[in-house]
């Protein structure tokens, strides 16, 4: 199964001068782990509640630094064709929880998170998605 299936289509996008508490207030009211951050580069970043957290164990002005200032700049993408076992190893080789998915012409497609890869792959696993009996 490709990951265009499953990621999440209603994507959070903010700019990176977003102050770091507008970014978590979208992103409560949503309810999502993460916003798309594009840059004047045309390159997606990605600001997530990690990042929040940290600016926050680091007494930052939440409400005056701006999200280029803890957003992961050079985030890593993903084709909508990659399968649920790729996209898994590339995020636990990378160590994050969320994946930019981008088409071939550079248009975002959305964002997977690790729980909706968790989703897809006990679908994919679980005797019940293959007739079989719980355990």
């Not at 990378?94 to 088409?103: D, E, K, Q, S, Y």
């Amino acid at each position: 199964m490709g990951i265009g299936e499953l990621v999440s289509k209603s994507v959070l996008s903010v700019g990176p001068s977003t102050t770091l508490r507008q970014a978590a207030r979208a992103m409560t009211e949503r309810p999502v782990g993460s916003a798309v951050v594009m840059t004047e580069q045309g390159h997606p970043a990605i600001i997530t509640e990690r990042d929040l957290l940290r600016a926050i164990a680091e007494s930052v002005d939440l409400d005056r630094t701006p999200v280029e200032e803890y957003m992961t700049p050079d985030a890593i993408t993903a084709s909508p064709s990659w399968d649920v076992f790729d996209a898994s190893e590339r995020m636990k080789e990378g160590g994050f929880r969320h994946l930019i998915v981008v088409t071939e012409n550079g248009a975002i497609a959305g964002v997977l998170s690790m729980r909706d890869l968790i989703v897809a792959l006990l679908d994919q696993c679980s005797p019940r998605a293959s007739g079989g009996e719980a355990p």
